[in-house]
């Protein structure tokens, strides 16, 4: 059965079958927000997109870079390049 439609094209929320999918996804917007609410914490940005560094989670996101950064040249790590 075809879903009946306004004159704009949109789907009409009159019908049966138009207020289940209005259900449906009032739902799942709900549901949408709980997750994004939940997640993880946003790190601060600079007006220029990068992370700010004087905040905890940017001081700590710094410290694991330089640690990376170390152990990149590291000898263990020169010599497997080099072999």
């Not at 170390?70 to 072999?83: E, G, Q, V």
């Amino acid at each position: 059965m075809a879903l009946k439609k306004t004159a704009d094209g949109t789907v009409d929320k009159r019908t049966k079958e138009g207020k289940a999918i209005a259900a449906r996804m009032a739902k799942a917007r709900a549901a949408a927000a709980r997750k994004k609410s939940t997640s993880t914490s946003k790190v601060k940005k600079t007006s220029d997109g990068t992370v700010d560094k004087r905040t905890k989670e940017g001081k700590a996101i710094a410290a694991r870079m330089a640690k990376a950064r170390a152990s990149r040249n590291s000898l263990k790590n020169r010599l497997k390049r080099l072999f």
